[in-house]
């Protein structure tokens, strides 16, 4: 077990499900002074320069200062159990993808765009990760707050356009992320399995949407597997810093493409209904991430992110609503989670269409949405 000194607090992202995140830790604080007996301060005076530093005891003593500059660093260990109402059990070993994931896009992608792994316990599955800066805003909070950013979303689109990229085919990146047992573990079966038992009358089509994410064929690329705003922080310029590699698979590039678009729709549809607030930055956002990454990404991958997207967003909308892991902040508002669900079904429940042609039926149904009564 690894014994770590009193350390400064640093801000970090609230608690996930995933993982267990020890607190972000600081430089070690110094000790603190260690008070003398009366006895001995009336019989032992203090030295001259000591009394030169006295303070009376009515007067507050200034803030110990950090003694060295050891950065900031937060430590992960993996739960075997999720923390979400249905019982959902993972691999523990999935830590060691993130490791070898979170390494292997430190050469691929620019500079600061991911933690520095500083070190691994083997024994105890801990993961030490170079912390986020202090001025660093999680993605999540911002739209939650209805601060909206093309640019985070051109930046989105341009990161995942090269790890797709950079990673497109390689028989290597395919050799160490191949094994699909973590990607069942926590996509397809908490996610598109559960939603098609609840939803009977779509299993069809959602299973389709299952298998079609783990054909052989279709699997062409490294993927986050949870390219969410809740794992990426913006910093100066809104460049971004991902985290949380651990679902990270070779699988089919729609599934990072559809996962990001789903959750600013979730957050856009929130903010319709609760403030009717105007969708043209939610629209701009959406439009910017998909026409950045169609521009950056190779052909092939735009493809078949664009074949495979429809059916799929579609089916993830339902999956935060009706999976192993509902999305949080629409659990108040049953009546906007009865108007998202009844249009990802209406999308099911027709032939499948491209991702823009999907995307663009969305965003028409957001302009419509009515405010709440």
Known sequence: MVTLQPCHRLPHPPQSPHARTLPHLRTPLPSP?????????????????????????????????????TPAFVLKQPLPRFKTAAEWLVDIDRVKVERDCAQLLHTLLPHASVPDVLWFDEANYILALSAAPETARLWKSELLSNLTSETAALNAGTLLAIMHGSTHNDPAVRTRYGEPAFFLQQRIDPYLR????????????????????LRDDQRTCLIH???????????????????????????NPAFDVATLLNHLLLKAFLHRHLSHAPTDPWKSMLDTFWETYRHTAPPDLVRQSSA??????????????????????????????????TIARDVLSQPPRDLPRTLATLMRTLDALPPQS
Do not use: W
Request: zero cysteines; aromatic letters at 6%; glycine letters at 4%.
């Open 308 to 341: 495979a997207g429809g059916h799929l967003l579609a089916a993830l909308l339902l999956a935060r609503l009706d999976g192993k892991s509902p999305v949080e902040y629409l659990l108040p508002h049953p009546d906007l989670q009865s108007t998202i669900r």
């Open 194 to 213: 559960t939603i098609a038992a609840t939803h009977p009358d779509l299993a069809a089509p959602i299973n389709a949407v299952a298998d079609n994410l």
């Open 225 to 251: 597997g949870d390219f969410s705003p809740k794992n990426i922080f913006l910093l100066e310029d809104d460049r971004l810093l991902l985290l949380d590699f651990e679902v990270a698979f070779f699988g």
């Open 33 to 69: 002074r260690r008070a003398h007996p009366p006895e001995r301060r009336l019989h032992r005076p203090l030295p001259l320069r000591r009394r030169r530093q006295h303070r009376p005891q009515n007067l507050p003593h200034p803030p110990p200062q950090p003694t060295s500059t």
